[in-house]
């Protein structure tokens, strides 16, 4: 079992920043790719970003590319998404998720998830 818990989102002009972190219990996090997703209101989750258990592996939606960076620490059980350059279509709730099969960017492939941080971009 892997519990994820996500912090760090909140308010931010367009053009801002914010890093969210997301922290796994479990001694298994080092074996697990992870991933971001988001949803917003009436939308479905959308695949945002996944690194690899080594880190080595990053991937990312076409709309997040270049703006926002995967990384993470095996040694605290934390993934991290850096987002910048924020713009108001970023707006959602942010999940990170475990453990998948089959397709990365199917969010119904993913077996543990956090409860999601809401992350918001004024215009």
């Known amino acids: 079992q892997v519990q994820l818990v996500e912090s760090g989102g909140g308010l931010v002009q367009a053009g801002g920043s914010l890093r969210l972190s997301c922290t796994a219990s479990g001694r298994t996090f080092s074996s697990y790719a992870m991933g971001w997703f988001r949803q917003a209101p009436g939308k479905e989750r959308e695949f945002v970003a996944l690194?690899?258990?080594?880190?080595?592996?990053?991937l990312y939606a076409d709309s997040v590319k270049g703006r926002f960076t995967i990384s993470r620490d095996n040694a605290k059980n934390t993934v991290y998404l850096q987002m910048n350059s924020l713009k108001p279509e970023d707006t959602a709730v942010y999940y990170c998720?475990?453990?998948?099969?089959?397709?990365?960017?199917?969010?119904?492939?993913?077996?543990?998830w956090g409860q999601g941080t809401q992350v918001t971009v004024s215009s």
């Open positions: 998720a475990a453990d998948y099969s089959g397709t990365y960017y199917d969010h119904t492939r993913y077996n543990y």
């Open positions: 690194i690899s258990w080594s880190g080595y592996s990053r």
